[in-house]
Each structure stands twice: as C-alpha cells, then as structure tokens.
C-alpha cells in the first residue's frame, strides 16, 4: 500500500484545513489510517486515526474537539479535518497504514507512511 498526504498550507489561529490521504493498493481500503504530526525539535506524534471496518475514530486529547477524521472506501480516501487551529498545530502531518482493524497510537505499529504535508498556523 502507498499513501500519499495532501491538503498541507498556511492558515490563520482559529482557521481550518483538510488534510486528504490518499491509499492506492488492492487492499487500501482494509487498512486502518492513523495521523502524525512532527513539529521542528519534536518527537513525532499521534494525532488521529480510524478503523477500516467500523470507522472507529481515536484523537489525541490535543485535538479532540476540533479535529475529525473520516474516510471515503470508495476513493480510498481518509480525511483530517482541522479547525479552531492554534500554531502548536504547526508540524509536519502524516498518514500511515496498518492492516489492522484497530487504530493505534503508537507509530511503530503503522507499516506504512505517505511522505508528508506541511501546515503552519500563524498568529
């Protein structure tokens, strides 16, 4: 499975963006998508995920609130939406796949990852 993050940019605090992970693959749509984020200096953290199956959806408690992410198993798709963004949103966001049913927040469970997408929040 390859994934590809997109949607990355420049925002304003309190505005929003939507990330869009792309998977291609025979079996894309079977594998559980977590979000990471990396912020310069910072180890790499778990954001966000959801399940394949049931699309059970799992944040950290730093976004919970004002992130959702979902998915489109038709165009094998998986969304982070983002809002009320403060600039500790500023960081590096990626998306990774394991052929799991079950969202894990640890990154070494993810067997795959798209290459990135930078988002800034500016004050």
């Known amino acids: 499975v390859q994934l590809q993050a997109s949607g990355g940019g420049l925002v304003q605090v309190g505005g929003s963006l939507r990330l869009s992970c792309v998977a291609s693959?025979?079996?894309?749509?079977?594998?559980?998508v977590g979000w990471f984020r990396q912020a310069p200096g910072k180890e790499r953290e778990f954001v966000a995920g959801?399940?394949?199956?049931?699309?059970?959806?799992s944040y950290a408690d730093s976004v919970k609130g004002r992130f959702t992410t979902s998915r489109d198993n038709a165009k094998n798709t998986v969304y982070l939406h983002m809002t009320s963004m403060k600039p500790e949103d500023t960081a590096v966001y990626y998306c990774?796949?394991?052929?799991?049913?079950?969202?894990?927040?640890?990154?070494?469970?993810?067997?795959?990852w798209g290459q990135g997408t930078l988002v800034t929040v500016s004050s």
């Open positions: 693959g025979r079996t894309a749509s079977t594998y559980t």
């Open positions: 959801i399940s394949w199956s049931a699309g059970r959806t």
């Open positions: 990774a796949g394991r052929p799991l049913a079950v969202v894990s927040t640890d990154r070494s469970a993810y067997d795959y």
